[in-house]
């Protein structure tokens, strides 16, 4: 619908040719003969525009265009310099509907057949000023966004090939680690478990030792597990703040949020103020009304040494006094204490609810 009303705009330079149809002083039969003429060259050319769904082959596309410069070219020395302006149409239509290497050589040979067409048409010479740099401009613009559309649409696949090489790395990777964790401790206790099978009945001790081996293995293993499947869900501020943006924007939240934080922080700091700004952003999603959320990471001296303060305020209607225990606020708190922070929420001035956090930069400075 967009590129048929810009097609529809630029049709209206057709007024020329129509208007000296009707005042021109043609002929009854001159002028029959002259709109069907027109009609059928504005629907060869919106034959040629709208073939982007299914791409016509190039000699297809060629001899269209051949038939549009011929019915131009008639037009023009039968009915007058006003017809003139059909040229243009020739040449934007060949930069929209051919590849780069032939429109570069069709446009300005559309060009070069609109001056000799503009001599031989009395009065001619002077619309030609007017209608070579239309020509020429519009057919190349017109190759310039074809080139433009294609390259967009290559990188897009490519956005979606490097998307999907990353979840299948990630997936290697994940499958890798397990078999790492898992595959020593699962042949260790495979080994264990056949000599506990040999030894018994006969060695009762020496079977409840391999036994007792059997189950510390496992509770290392599970451990280990734990600890990677932990790795993998630990959350960052980066992609935190990429699902804030989105989580507000669905829940029709204007939001205002930080730019990733430069430099690397502790992974214990970071995954705790990644956790703040989740709670925070699902409250605010679920609980608050707010129309606008900001966000802000900023560095902060205190006493105690440089922290990073991450706060989270909305406009809504949020609790009606101090956040109560129960509501994922006492998670928070915990996990900030585990690493030196700390944690406060409360009404932020007459409406509005306001979550800060705060972690020290340098862990194990504080307690």
Request: charged fraction near 10%.
């Given at each position: 619908m967009v590129k048929a009303l810009w097609i529809s705009i630029w049709l209206f330079y057709l007024s020329a040719p129509v208007t000296d149809l009707i005042s021109g002083g043609h002929s009854p039969g001159v002028r029959l003969?002259?709109?069907?003429?027109?009609?059928?060259?504005?629907?060869?050319?919106?034959?040629?525009?709208?073939?982007?769904?299914?791409?016509?082959?190039?000699?297809?596309?060629?001899?269209?265009?051949?038939?549009?410069?011929?019915?131009?070219?008639?037009?023009?020395?039968?009915?007058?310099?006003?017809?003139?302006?059909?040229?243009?149409?020739?040449?934007?239509?060949?930069?929209?509907?051919?590849?780069?290497?032939?429109?570069?050589?069709?446009?300005?040979?559309?060009?070069?057949?609109?001056?000799?067409t503009a001599n031989a048409v009395p009065g001619g010479t002077a619309y030609l000023a007017g209608l070579l740099i239309p020509a020429l401009m519009g057919g190349f613009a017109m190759v310039g966004i074809r080139a433009m559309i294609r390259t967009t649409i290559e990188l897009r696949e490519a956005r979606a090939t490097v998307a999907q090489l990353a979840a299948n790395e990630e997936r290697l990777r994940m499958a890798r680690d397990l078999h790492d964790l898992l595959g020593h401790s699962l042949s260790l206790i495979t080994l264990k478990s056949e000599l506990a099978g040999r030894m018994l009945p006969g060695q009762p001790e020496a079977a409840a030792q391999q036994v007792a081996d059997i189950e510390r293995v496992s509770r290392q293993a599970l451990v280990d597990v734990r600890e990677a499947v932990s790795g993998y869900r630990r959350p960052t501020l980066p992609g935190e703040l990429a699902g804030a943006r989105t989580a507000l924007a669905a829940a029709g939240v204007v939001a205002d949020l930080p730019a990733e934080p430069s430099g690397e922080l502790p992974e214990e700091a970071e995954s705790a103020l990644a956790w703040s700004l989740r709670e925070a952003v699902t409250n605010v999603v679920r609980h608050s009304g707010a129309k606008r959320c900001r966000v802000t990471l900023e560095t902060r001296q205190t006493?105690?040494?440089?922290?990073?303060?991450?706060?989270?305020?909305?406009?809504?209607?949020?609790?009606?006094?101090?956040?109560?225990?129960?509501?994922?606020?006492?998670?928070?708190?915990?996990?900030?204490?585990?690493?030196?922070?700390?944690?406060?929420?409360?009404?932020?001035?007459?409406?509005?609810?306001a979550l800060t956090a705060r972690v020290p930069l340098a862990l194990g400075s504080g307690s």
């Open positions: 003969l002259g709109g069907l003429g027109l009609a059928a060259f504005v629907a060869w050319y919106l034959v040629l525009v709208f073939r982007t769904a299914r791409p016509m082959p190039v000699r297809r596309v060629l001899l269209s265009l051949a038939v549009l410069a011929a019915q131009a070219t008639i037009l023009s020395l039968t009915l007058g310099r006003e017809w003139l302006v059909l040229f243009v149409y020739v040449a934007i239509s060949s930069g929209a509907a051919l590849p780069a290497e032939y429109s570069r050589w069709t446009v300005l040979g559309t060009t070069a057949l609109l001056a000799v006493l105690d040494g440089p922290v990073l303060e991450l706060t989270v305020t909305d406009d809504g209607s949020g609790p009606g006094g101090p956040a109560a225990p129960g509501n994922g606020l006492t998670g928070l708190t915990e996990r900030l204490a585990a690493v030196g922070g700390s944690l406060s929420a409360g009404p932020a001035g007459r409406t509005g609810f």
